[in-house]
């Protein structure tokens, strides 16, 4: 029996184990009842612990054997018993967590139904920012309505409740969407807000999902995926936002809100920095190319050394070597191979095809800036 259906605040069972196996990943059994959520519909698995006679077993996980309400399997840190007498006590943390992040789903899909048309096809609420995949395209004002819709239902503090129903009595209950299953459906309810075909564990009440918050939405095979977060995560995700932003605003002695305008200035300079950096690295590769094709053994700074070999590869008959203080090196040029032979025996690094880059011990560059060496 599927005890969290019946009660999906309950944290502790008892049960006995009427299967029991190990292989080669791992080690799993069936019990004859259970309050362990396996992973289905998009929700992650319950974890917690099974106590008896042979002493403390963690349960990593749980999954359904077959589709259609096959048996839970339990797949635990270590080996039980077949037959032995159980306590079975999950996670409650993780299925409070897990409850929020599913209730908040249902409402904000049917909040998306309403506001802009939008059918969801797919969820994902296995980790702390869930997901929920629409057949369309949306737009940003139907999100938005949706996301202000989903709230009102938060506060409207709906009850929220789950049934079973056979197949031939679903006509008569305007589904959200259709079930996936057939026989006896089970059914969640949100006050009138919403109804959906659902074997997942639920809150009490609409109140206990918020706040629910989207945080983007993109584009995803011809549809749209919408990333929200819910109840103590979407709160946990706001703290994080907040103390970053606050840290912000000291740094630039401003108020969160006006943290915009420095970065918006910080952001330009560094872009005319970077484009006067450019402009001096230029003007220092036309400076040093004389100097290379001179020498053919150049010191040069690590930060034009890829600038000035593009350069020399216009001497295709010439071999040169350009090193930095660091032991960067740039090698090109017919004798490359024989003179990469030479840097080898001092300690270097490095391999490519018109241009071989890579690096020495810091201590030898003086030994490969003899001009012998790619003569």
Known sequence: MRLYQLDSYATRFQARVVRAWSDGKGHYAVLSETLFYPESGGQPADQGVLRGPFG????????????????????????IPEGAEVEGEIDWARRFRHMQRHTAQHLLSQALLRAGGYHTVAVSLDSPVCTVDLEEEAEEEGIHKAEALANFAVYADYPVEAFFV?????????????????????????????????????????????????????????????????????????????????RLALAFSTSPLEVEKPVRKLKEALYALKGESQALKEALVEALLPKALEAGVLLVPEAVLGDLAKRLLGWGDRTFLLLSPEGRFALLGPGKEAVLERLKALGARGGGREVVQGALPKERVPQALDPGLVS
């Open 166 to 246: 056979s197949e031939e009595e679903l006509a008569h209950y305007p589904l959200r969407r259709p079930p996936r299953v057939q026989g006896r459906v089970r059914l969640v309810r949100i006050g009138d807000f919403d109804l959906a075909a659902c074997g997942g564990t639920h809150l009490k009440t609409s109140a206990q999902a918020g706040p629910i918050k989207v945080l983007r939405w993109e584009r995803y095979k011809g549809g749209t995926r919408v990333y929200f977060a819910a109840g103590w995560e979407a709160l946990e995700d706001y703290h994080a936002k907040h103390a970053l932003l606050s």
């Open 56 to 79: 403390e077993v963690r349960v990593l996980g749980a999954y359904e054997e077959e589709k259609a309400f096959g048996d839970v399997v339990h797949r635990l840190s270590a080996p």
